[in-house]
């Protein structure tokens, strides 16, 4: 039973690590602020979960799995707030093609997208 936990752990760590991969390959090779926003946080939060899964079948210890859910639970937790952050200043400084948007549900906030005064 080790050892097909140690070939499902390898597994995961290649896995992982193609997606860390493709996500750094994205930020690089994107052409817009979106795009890459989108690289940066999808494959790349998908590649340390696989990588974290891949750690914990190798090690199978509990302090070992404890510490592995607790990066896990920060990495959730941070990656979509870096997104939003990151999307929100592009669109505040002009840095995107607003033709790639669906909806720009900003626009009537005035130009920065900031709130539209005092509530």
Request: proline fraction near 5%; glycine fraction near 12%; charge should be positive.
């Amino acid at each position: 039973m080790a050892t097909i936990a140690d070939w499902l752990g390898a597994a995961c760590l290649v896995a992982g690590a193609l997606l860390g991969l493709a996500a750094a390959i994205g930020v690089l090779r994107f052409p817009d602020a979106l795009s890459r926003m989108h690289a940066a946080t999808k494959p790349q939060v998908l590649g340390v979960l696989l990588l974290l899964l891949g750690i914990a079948l190798r090690l199978r210890s509990p302090a070992d799995l404890g510490m592995v859910l607790l990066v896990a639970v920060f990495q959730l937790a941070t990656a979509p707030v870096a997104a939003q952050m990151i999307g929100r200043a592009a669109y505040r400084s002009g840095r995107l093609d607003r033709g790639l948007l669906d909806a720009d549900e900003l626009a009537e906030r005035g130009p920065g997208g900031g709130s539209a005064g005092p509530a």
